[in-house]
C-alpha cells in the first residue's frame, strides 16, 4: 500500500488541483456593476426631485414673506392715504364755510353802488363846504369892516366929547 499523501497535497494520480484565494478587493477599486449604476442613477433621481421640491419650497416662502411685505406697505400706505384724504376733506370743508361767508356779486355790486353815492355825497358836501367858507369869509371881511367902522366913530365920538368938554 502506498502511503497517503502529505496533507495539504492530492492524491497521486489525481491532476493538482490549484486553490487561488483571491484577497478581497478596496471597494474603490472594484469595478461597478450594471446594478451599482442603476441604483446610482435612482438615487440622484431621488436626490434631483428633493432639490427640486426644496428649491420650490423656498420660492414660496420668499413670495409669500414678499407678498407680506408688499401687503404691510400698502396697508402703512393706505392708512396714510386715508389720514391725509381725511385732512383735505377738512380744509375743503373749512374752505367752503368761508367761501359760504364771503358776499356775493350782488353784495359787491350793492357795495359799489353805495360806494358811488356816498361818494357823489362827499362831492356836494365839499361844494357846500367851499360855498360856506367863501360866506364865512365874507362875513369876516365883514366884521371886520364893522369894526374899523366902530372904531372910527368912537374915535371920533371920543374926539367930539373931549372937545365939547373943553369947551367952555
Given at each position: 500500500?502506498?502511503?497517503?499523501?502529505?496533507?495539504g497535497q492530492p492524491p497521486p494520480g489525481e491532476p493538482?488541483?490549484?486553490?487561488?484565494?483571491?484577497?478581497?478587493?478596496?471597494?474603490?477599486?472594484?469595478?461597478?456593476?450594471?446594478?451599482?449604476?442603476?441604483?446610482?442613477?435612482?438615487?440622484?433621481?431621488?436626490?434631483?426631485?428633493?432639490?427640486?421640491?426644496?428649491?420650490?419650497?423656498?420660492?414660496?416662502?420668499?413670495?409669500?414673506?414678499?407678498?407680506?411685505?408688499?401687503?404691510?406697505?400698502?396697508?402703512?400706505?393706505?392708512?396714510?392715504?386715508?389720514?391725509?384724504?381725511?385732512?383735505?376733506?377738512?380744509?375743503?370743508?373749512?374752505?367752503?364755510?368761508?367761501?359760504?361767508?364771503?358776499?356775493?356779486?350782488?353784495?359787491?355790486?350793492?357795495?359799489?353802488?353805495?360806494?358811488?353815492?356816498?361818494?357823489?355825497?362827499?362831492?356836494?358836501?365839499?361844494?357846500?363846504?367851499?360855498?360856506?367858507?367863501?360866506?364865512?369869509?365874507?362875513?369876516?371881511?365883514?366884521?371886520?369892516?364893522?369894526?374899523?367902522?366902530?372904531?372910527?366913530?368912537?374915535?371920533?365920538?371920543?374926539?367930539?366929547?373931549?372937545?365939547?368938554?373943553?369947551?367952555?
Amino acid at each position: 500500500m502506498q502511503e497517503p499523501p502529505p496533507p495539504g497535497q492530492p492524491p497521486p494520480g489525481e491532476p493538482v488541483r490549484r486553490v487561488v484565494t483571491e484577497e478581497p478587493l478596496d471597494d474603490d477599486a472594484r469595478p461597478a456593476t450594471v446594478g451599482d449604476v442603476r441604483g446610482l442613477r435612482r438615487w440622484l433621481l431621488v436626490t434631483a426631485v428633493w432639490a427640486i421640491a426644496a428649491t420650490a419650497i423656498a420660492v414660496i416662502a420668499l413670495v409669500v414673506a414678499n407678498d407680506a411685505k408688499d401687503e404691510e406697505e400698502r396697508a402703512r400706505t393706505a392708512a396714510e392715504l386715508t389720514r391725509i384724504q381725511r385732512e383735505l376733506s377738512d380744509r375743503i370743508e373749512e374752505l367752503e364755510g368761508r367761501m359760504d361767508e364771503l358776499p356775493t356779486s350782488d353784495d359787491v355790486s350793492n357795495l359799489d353802488s353805495r360806494l358811488a353815492d356816498v361818494e357823489q355825497r362827499l362831492g356836494r358836501i365839499g361844494d357846500r363846504l367851499e360855498q360856506q367858507r367863501t360866506r364865512v369869509d365874507e362875513v369876516e371881511t365883514q366884521v371886520e369892516e364893522l369894526e374899523t367902522q366902530i372904531a372910527e366913530v368912537g374915535a371920533t365920538q371920543t374926539e367930539t366929547t373931549e372937545t365939547t368938554e373943553t369947551t367952555p
